[in-house]
């Protein structure tokens, strides 16, 4: 198998590392967008041209007012400070998510990393905050509802591939590898729909932790395995 063209990966546990060192958690997520930092130089350097991380999840809100607006400034300081370097080295920035719940500044701030990176060429990062799967898939499903009421659709033309083009992430392949680091071993309402025929990679480790060799293995991983669609292996075939 060759290497994964897309890595989405759940940066989970920052909360659980942060704890394991008598720390607040929000040095936990500091320490996780360093983690971060170093993922997409590493994934860079392995050649790999898609990486989404899940930084915000649409049920995150209901984490403690003090530590959603720590995530919130954190999202602004990495954009404020990392935007310059991604786009020096090519990388394409995406989000994916509902951006009307943002607050303004972070939409703007989003758009800003978008449009000056939209001609990048090298990676692209997908960010996807506030982001969940079956919003993601409902907001989808009324934007198709919208057009075809204008006559602009015709129902009978929403295949997969049409309605895949409305989601969040139109234009970007499915994700052929899903890490999620801290052994939890589910997928939290992320990417439902492009995760259909992903390969999964669980890791023990915590998120803060998560470095070079950790991704490295997780590809070697995904390259082991055999991936069918629900076909047959291509060696039985013929058999
Ligand atoms: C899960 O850890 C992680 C998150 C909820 C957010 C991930 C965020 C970052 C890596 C930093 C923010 C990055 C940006 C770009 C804003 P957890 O808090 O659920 O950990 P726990 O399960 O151990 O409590």
Redesign the pocket.
Known sequence: MPKPTHIAII???????AKARGLP?VA??RA??E??RQAVRNAGDFGIPFLTV????SE?WSRPASEVSD?MG??RL?IRRDLAELHHNGVKVRAIGDRVGLEPDIRAMIEEAENLTAGNTAMTLV?A?NYGGRDEIARAAKKIASAAEKGLLSPDAVTPDAFGAFLDTGGIPDPDLVIRT?GEQRLSNFMLWQAAYSEFVFLPC??PDFGREHLSEAIDTFMGRERRYGGVAARDAAS
């Open positions: 940066m989970d546990g920052n909360g659980r590392w958690r936990g997520h996780g967008v983690a971060l899940y930084a915000f999840s995150n995530l954190l999202l990495f960010i905050f801290s915590y998120w």
